[in-house]
């Protein structure tokens, strides 16, 4: 028996070019997957973002990943007030024009970020207060959406104005302290300025349904009521290890109130669950059909104002992470619910089903499309090609063969091992109890494959993420690299 290694021939994926998004989104009717962030969000209706720090234009490594995979972008600090305003009454415009030369050449839409914040002020404004600073705020967003007027999508008009913690209250800051009412002049005067922008509120911390969060919905709510004009909602998203439960819910309860609400700022935490909470936002983006986007606050890792915690999509020399295949997944799968049949009502034997390695987010695969008896098993980035399709074979009682429909050979445990760490490769469908697996139910309807004659559970070896990682059988834990989605496709 031989484990012929081959090289894997390249997978040609069909890059469907950039779609245009800007302020005029088309739903498509297309149910076809699209390959990179931004054709997929398309697809949905959405757009999919990222902050831009415009002096890394000229660096070809990051606009091409930017062109590439992003249809929307929100200067990182660009349009902020100490950028456009540095003295008072001279404007400086350079930084947020060149990034928005840049969208309309890639047909990209532009977030506005932010017309007024009590952090990031110019000096001059630090220092005033009263009426002087009321007045020189409202000038300024007269001024600064005035000189964009109709080439932003949506303008953040007020960042980060609730305290954090248990009030429900307003932040205190000079802009505070000019009188409660300052956040609606903005609003009012934003919307004479630049009547085509849609005009959000943005924060951080209101990622479930918190003091934090109802506040500003209490406010949005009281806004809506008395027609000072809002139109949206921002939802930072800067997230840790887990995520609220009621995440999706609550952009929900913001929606009902007759707003749009966009995911603003994503970026979470690294490690174990990282690619399970971008896939999460994802989804509840996808679920709550006023949520118009999702922009993330960086490109790449190194770019990440969060140092350390890589808290981005791309790693610092431009690879996809497992969480970029997380997001595409979720974008491509929609708002349909993740597809793994409930355990014990058994799995459809007519079907073809990827599977998807809950850690990794890559794909069930037989390596370098082998035929041959004893071919190894890998993961492999998603592409949906026939080595990736699986059809469950009955053997009775509750066990499968999983079958290859570039091969018609099944999943086996090499030699009838019962060893941790032994090969899970290809053979010739002989229904051995190595051959066959049953369904181990995990959470969020993830499943474990567990061997008859082994009694292990097929895991992707060392939670790789890399495409080619190994997959072998191991002692059953319940590892995120022992979870598997099945994801109908045919
Ligand atoms: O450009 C100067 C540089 O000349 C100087 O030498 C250097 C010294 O520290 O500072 C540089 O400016 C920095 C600027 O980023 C550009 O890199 C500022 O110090 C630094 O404070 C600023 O940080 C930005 C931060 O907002 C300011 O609060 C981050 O880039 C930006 O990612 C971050 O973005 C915020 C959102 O606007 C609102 N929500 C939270 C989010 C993350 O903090």
Not at 33 to 56: I, N, Q
Not at 61 to 84: C, G, H, Q
Not at 246 to 259: E, P, S
């Amino acid at each position: 028996m031989k484990h012929k290694r081959a090289l894997r021939a390249a997978v040609t994926i069909a890059v469907t070019g950039a779609l245009a998004a800007g302020m005029t989104l088309a739903l498509t009717s297309a149910a076809s997957a699209g390959t990179t962030l931004g054709t997929s969000a398309a697809e949905k209706g959405r757009y999919f973002g990222a902050a831009v720090a415009t002096g890394k234009l000229s660096t070809s490594a990051y606009t091409t990943i930017l062109n590439r995979e992003f249809n929307s972008v929100v200067p990182e600090n660009e349009m902020k007030w100490d950028a456009t305003e540095p003295q008072q009454g001279q404007f400086n415009y350079s930084g947020g024009d060149r990034l928005v030369s840049h969208a309309q050449a890639n047909g990209m839409s532009v977030r506005g970020h932010t017309l007024l914040w009590h952090a990031q002020q110019p000096g001059w404004a630090q220092g005033m207060s009263g009426s002087a600073l009321r007045n020189a705020a409202i000038n300024h967003v007269t001024q600064v959406a005035t000189h964009f007027r109709g080439k932003i999508y949506a303008w953040d008009v007020v960042n980060e104005a609730f305290a954090d913690g248990g009030s429900g209250g307003r932040r205190d800051s000079n802009l505070q302290r000019t009188g409660n009412d300052w956040i609606e002049a903005a609003f009012r005067a934003a919307r004479a300025a630049d009547p085509g922008a849609k005009l959000c509120y943005n924060d951080y911390n209101t990622d479930g349904i918190n003091a934090k969060s109802t506040g500003i919905y209490n406010m949005v709510r009281d806004f809506r009521s008395r027609g000072v004009p809002i139109d949206c909602v921002g939802f930072q998203s800067h997230l840790g290890t887990s995520l609220a439960g009621d995440y999706q819910a609550n952009l929900q309860r913001f929606a009902d109130l007759g707003v749009d609400v966009q995911i603003t700022e994503l970026d979470v935490m690294t490690g174990g669950n990282q690619a399970n909470i971008y896939g999460s936002v994802t989804r509840a983006c996808l679920a709550v059909s006023r949520c118009t986007g999702i922009t993330t606050w960086g490109v790449r890792d190194c770019d990440s104002w969060r140092g350390s915690d890589n808290a981005l999509l791309f790693d610092c020399n431009g690879n996809k992470k497992a969480a970029y295949t997380a997001v595409l997944d979720a974008l491509n799968g929609g708002s349909t619910p993740p597809t793994t049949p409930p355990p014990g009502s058994g799995v459809d034997t007519s079907a073809w089903y990827v599977l998807l390695n809950r850690n990794s987010g890559k794909a069930l695969d037989v390596y370098a499309n082998a035929t041959t008896d004893g071919a190894r098993i890998s993961q492999w980035t998603r592409n949906n090609g026939t080595n990736q399709q699986w059809q469950f074979v009955d053997s009775g009682s509750g066990w499968y063969r999983l079958k290859a429909r570039s091969s018609s050979k099944v999943l086996d445990v090499y030699n009838f091992s019962t060893a941790d760490g032994a090969a899970i490769v290809q053979w010739a469908d002989g229904n051995g109890t190595n051959q066959q697996f049953r369904l181990a139910s995990s959470a969020d309807g993830y499943v474990r494959l567990i061997n008859r004659n082994s009694g292990k559970a097929v895991e992707v070896q060392g939670s790789s993420t890399a495409d080619g990682g190994n997959v072998v059988q191991y002692a059953d834990w319940g590892g995120s690299n022992q979870q598997w989605q099945l994801v109908r496709i045919g």
